[in-house]
């Protein structure tokens, strides 16, 4: 017999797996696909911790799963290599990212290999490779051809440190998402995807996808839609007309002055004499601010009069301008019209500049009164629109606003268009060329790719130009339309490009000739389970949906979702509770376990344990030997099997192993249905508590059907979690297949349904009492149970009965 000793059949079978190709596939019409996918990693020069395993156990075991039940699975794996930190690394040390980058990967590929993770290996690229960035740069094409990528000039958040542009989804709070350094604005040319365009749609489907609602919420939010109008109103005593963006139509008769940016072009137009001054330095001070400075409702109220007016064209009242900072310019029309009785931020302001308040709607008498009302309720000071409901009065008032062409019904979004364009040597360039004739041109695609060229230092410039501004001999090109000298694009694409279309390019993954086959998009996509942690909820998730959906317009592909149930997983913490970091020195990498003995089957049974799968844990080294301690008492219970030399009979004990077989079966299934690891695992532990019982009397021993059955199930059962170990019992118990492949065990409800059943108890053959019992309990302890019942007890006393007689299944009598 032999002992459980991971280190030697753990690299055995990822050998055979990688010689046999069992994780390879190709499209097969007569099999269900399932497209399992990870998020896109970025390998950085850190190795993979026990966290990020997590996420990898997790889509191994769905796939596992699906695979066993004969699904032709898709779990593929690849790169996402630009990007900052392989930039910055570059600088510091002179080593080409190209380099860098292969190394890291070659390591994060080792380890996922190590730890058992099923991949179809001959899919992986990196997003790196000019075989994959040409096909990106040749998308870059296709939104430009649509008019949804631009040029333009603008202020944009700059991040002094990382010496590049930032989308505004990558300014956390004011600060830069990498390095966390404060960041400023500076006016400079960049190229934008107009993901405006879709945000209807994108807020939209998100109803029919299979995400969590937190998610769903998020990028809700980050969209942003809110319902109002556009109003009107003129200036006064010149021609010069202000457009306001509100949600509140119903509060214009509240209306006691209007607040522009200090950026609206209007300012400078309207402002009178004696207030320029001012004016003008209100406006430089303010434009340094950032907007989660300017939107933060504590911070007191700034501003300045501008000394014109407004009239407002519900009632021709004059309205003082002002002009304040927590006005944005980027959002609605850059001026509101402010309604102090009912918006906070108005009447801070309000109370500030000793400005009128006029209250317009009445509150509800049977809520708690508030100083500021915002809610809805009766309409007052109103004219004719008093006494109506604020709802019916907010489309009245527009319907009225639009008969004398000042106002309008107006959707709004927060969401802005998706900087793309950076600054900086590691990323795919920007495929566009631009001539002196001809404007911004598109690289044909058989122009494509437009590659990296080699560099001595990769230092951003810090003047807001890319380091590929100093290669003239790759700058200077011609004209692909009119072929006259002609200059390259220098700005690079942001990583978040190419993690936009990678899931599509898995199913075709070495075409040459295109980005992807149709077919075979048309029989993998969409991914059915996308598998990741929660920090990606606005920027990739948001971003793929968006490619997505213009691929679909473009005609490329036939849906527009790209991941139908998306999965976010719960965090490993350090045993300490922290983050695992380098900087804390507290990570544990799975290298080092699988070092010490413990296997990779242990640390996957333990990563999957732990907690469920969505819920945080902190690691727990005792935990892990707990499950290697469980993995080595099925190992032992099997090798008994294996080698038994004691046949022997017990139609009782054999009835309760088979019951406890069906019933972990059963119960095995129906968790991986839901993703109950944790459960699923615990129901496998104890089925073996159980196998160790019943082994006491009736030895292992396969010729034994129930115990065939048994370790045959145990073995198939445990294939999802610990892939090794089933592998090897797997081969043990006779087959020449892969237990990975073979089949899922099916349960058969006979065995369960009487899981309780009714016993008659009698005493000198009368009738005493009826038990329920389980099914598979022993005459033992159905004897025992007998015995102990009040009733029964009343008639045969405490002494030792004469005579048990058990008819099994049925009854027992006693005889006192
Ligand atoms: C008058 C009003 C009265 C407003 C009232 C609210 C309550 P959301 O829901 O976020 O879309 N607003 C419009 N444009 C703005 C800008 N550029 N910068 C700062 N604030 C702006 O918010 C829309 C509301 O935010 C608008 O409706 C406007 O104030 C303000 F009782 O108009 B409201």
């Known amino acids: 017999m032999k002992r459980y000793n991971p280190s030697e059949i753990e690299p055995k079978w990822q050998k055979v797996w990688a010689d046999t190709g069992i994780y390879e596939v190709t499209e097969d019409h007569k099999k269900t696909k399932n497209y399992i996918l990870d998020f896109f990693p970025y390998p950085s020069g850190a190795s993979m911790h026990v966290g990020h395993v997590r996420n990898y156990t997790i889509s191994d075991a769905l796939a596992r799963f699906a695979r066993q039940r004969g699904q032709n699975v898709l779990h593929p794996m690849g790169w996402d290599e630009f990007g900052l930190p392989a930039e910055n690394y570059a600088i510091k040390t002179g080593v080409a990212p190209q380099e860098s980058v292969k190394k890291n990967t070659g390591h994060f590929k080792k380890q996922l290999i190590q730890m058992g993770i099923g991949m179809d290996w001959t899919r992986e690229f990196g997003s790196s490779d000019p075989s994959y960035y040409k096909w990106t740069q040749w998308l870059f094409t296709v939104l430009f051809e649509r008019g949804l990528a631009y040029q333009k000039e ?13 989308a505004n989804e990558q300014v956390e709070a004011g600060r830069c998402w990498r390095c966390g350094n404060k960041v400023t604005k500076k006016p400079l040319k960049q190229w934008f995807f107009k993901i405006t365009d879709y945000a209807d749609r994108l807020a939209d489907d998100l109803e029919d996808l299979d995400w969590s609602d937190a998610i769903k919420a998020m990028q809700r939010n980050w969209i942003g839609k809110s319902r109002g109008a556009e109003v009107t109103f003129k200036v006064a005593d010149s ?58 409702t504590e911070r007191e109220k700034t501003g300045v009069a501008t000394g014109a007016y407004a009239i407002n064209p519900v009632n021709g009242q004059k309205i003082p301008i002002w002009v304040a900072d927590y006005v944005l310019m980027g959002y609605g029309t850059g001026a509101i019209m402010a309604v102090p009785a009912h918006d906070e931020r108005d009447f801070a302001f309000a109370e500030k500049f000793s400005l009128p308040i006029v209250q317009v709607v009445e509150q509800p008498a049977d809520t708690e009164p508030e100083t500021c009302y915002h809610g809805d309720g009766v309409m007052i000071n109103s004219e004719k629109y008093d006494g109506l409901d604020t709802a019916e009065a907010r489309e009245k008032i527009v319907a009225d606003l639009h008969k004398k062409q000042v106002g309008h019904e107006r959707v709004n979004y927060k969401i802005r268009d998706w900087l793309i364009s950076r600054q900086r040597y590691w990323g795919a360039p920007i495929p566009i060329v631009h001539c002196q004739k001809d404007g911004q041109v598109a690289v044909p695609t058989d122009q494509l790719p437009i590659e990296l060229p080699a560099m001595e230092s990769y230092e951003p410039s810090g003047d807001g130009r890319s380091p590929l501004a100093r290669v003239p001999e790759w700058v200077n090109t011609t004209c692909p339309k009119c072929g006259s000298p002609a200059t390259r694009e220098t700005d690079t694409m942001d990583g978040f490009a190419c993690s936009s279309w990678y899931f599509l390019r898995f199913a075709d993954p070495y075409n040459t000739g295109a ?145 406890a077989t069906h019933k972990t079966i059963k119960k095995v299934t129906e968790d991986l249905h839901s993703m109950g690891f944790n459960t699923a695992i615990a129901a496998l532990m104890e089925f073996v508590n159980e196998l160790y019982k019943i082994k006491v009397e009736l030895p292992p021993h396969a010729d034994n059907l129930a115990w065939r059955e048994a370790i045959s199930a145990l073995a198939q059962l445990l294939a999802p979690f610990a892939p090794h170990i089933s592998e090897e019992l797997w081969s043990e118990l006779g087959h020449d297949d892969s237990v990975h492949v073979d089949h899922w065990p099916t349960w058969d409800e006979k065995y369960l ?17 009826k038990l329920d019992v389980p099914a598979a309990a022993s005459e033992q302890e159905i004897t025992a149970t007998a015995l102990q019942d009040e009733k029964v007890a009343a008639f045969v006393g405490t002494a030792k009965p004469r005579k048990v007689i058990y008819v099994p299944g049925r009854l027992v009598n006693i005889v006192p």
């Not at 330095?281 to 601010?289: C, N, T």
């Not at 108890?761 to 005493?768: F, W």
């Open 154 to 166: 603008s202020l944009q958040w700059w991040c002094d440190t990382d010496k590049t542009v930032l």
């Open 239 to 296: 021609d010069h007309e202000v457009a306001i963006f509100t949600t509140r139509p119903d509060t214009l008769f509240g209306a006691t002055f209007m607040v522009l940016a200090p950026e609206h072009p209007l300012v400078r137009r309207i402002v009178s004499d004696d207030q320029r001054q001012m004016t003008e330095e209100y406006i430089e001070a303010a434009i340094a601010k950032s907007d989660v400075d300017r939107m933060d």
């Open 515 to 659: 980005a992807f086959d149709a077919d075979k998009i048309k029989y993998w996509l969409p991914v059915d389970t996308y598998i990741g942690g929660a920090e990606h909820a606005v920027m990739h998730l948001l971003y793929a949906r968006f490619w997505t959906k213009v691929m679909h317009d473009a005609g490329l592909i036939d849906f527009d979702e790209p991941f139908t149930s998306l999965r976010n997983h719960g965090m490993i913490w350090a045993p300490d509770g922290r983050k695992m970091s380098k900087s804390f020195g507290n990570t544990i990498a799975p290298d080092d376990l699988i070092a010490d003995g413990y296997g990779a089957d242990a640390i996957r049974v333990m990563e999957l344990f732990i907690a469920p799968w969505n819920q945080g844990a902190n690691w727990s080294t005792e935990g892990l030997g707990g499950c290697y301690r469980f993995l080595t008492r099925a190992w032992t219970v099997s090798q008994e099997y294996i080698h038994g030399t004691k046949l022997m009979a017990n139609h009782e004990l054999e009835t309760r192993l088979t019951i």
């Open 753 to 769: 349904v009487a899981d309780v059943i009714t016993i008659v108890v009698q005493v000198n053959g009368k009738l005493r009492a």
